[in-house]
């Protein structure tokens, strides 16, 4: 069965800081790996996805991440946050084969920005 | 074009009623799936319907059942509800089931 850990619950960082939210998977072969922002009472929105290739993905809003197979790692990564950051991010897991698209989701990691 | 649009967005139920969600997928979106979110058990995978038919199903009792229409609109049914039922119910639609995702803002279900 696929899983996902999120190590840290809530990171406090600073303005203008960088940032590293950590993400391990546990799958049986290839995953689909994805992260996930939610801001209060709102819906999740997709930052990025790998499937396969490059294993370094440029998403949205300035984010990055990076596939590690041999550490069975997804962290995401920002150089330099802003205040709007502040959110809950969610690494998520999917199998790769068609007909079977449902996500496994990490507990999630509240961000605090502070000024 | 316009989003994933779910109603209710907020419900107050009371425990052993019955409740129906509706979710409207972006248009030419033909596959849906269904995800409960709860403080003690996070995001959790509750079906997925494509083309009018269940093709994946997570692990939740029998209470929990949906379906899906021509149009690719999707309600989602819980009967007999428990005060762990309190939640906010995400939909989310893709064109074939593709991970493309988009959620919408979801349901607050409250059981009281």
């Known amino acids: 069965a696929q899983s996902v850990t999120q190590p840290d619950i809530h990171i406090t960082v600073s303005e203008g800081a960088s940032l590293e939210l950590r993400c391990n998977y546990s799958?049986?072969?290839?995953?689909?790996l994805f992260w996930y922002v939610q801001s209060p009472g709102q819906g999740l929105q997709l930052l990025l996805k790998?499937?396969?290739?490059?294993?370094l993905v440029q998403g949205i809003k300035g984010f990055e991440a990076e596939f590690k197979r041999s550490q069975s790692s997804f962290n995401l990564r920002k150089p330099s946050v802003h205040w709007s950051d502040a959110a809950e991010y969610f690494c998520a897991v999917g199998a790769a084969n068609f007909g079977n698209e449902k996500l496994t989701f990490g507990t999630g990691t509240r961000l605090t920005i502070i000024p | 074009k316009a989003g994933v649009t779910q109603t209710p967005r907020y419900l107050i139920k009371t425990r052993g009623q019955q409740v129906t969600l509706s979710c409207s997928p972006i248009s030419g979106h033909r596959s849906v799936s269904w995800y409960q979110q709860t403080p003690g058990q996070g995001l959790q995978f509750l079906f997925e319907y494509f083309s009018e038919t269940q093709r994946n199903k997570g692990n939740f009792p029998g209470r929990f059942s949906g379906r899906q229409f021509s149009n690719s609109r999707s309600e989602m049914n819980v009967s007999t509800l428990e005060l762990g039922d309190s939640a906010l119910y995400l939909c989310?639609?893709?064109?074939?089931?593709?991970?493309?995702?988009?959620f919408g803002s979801g349901t607050r279900l409250t059981v009281v």
């Open positions: 790998y499937f396969s290739g490059d294993t």
């Open positions: 989310a639609s893709s064109f074939e089931g593709d991970y493309g995702y988009t």
């Open positions: 799958y049986g072969a290839t995953p689909y």
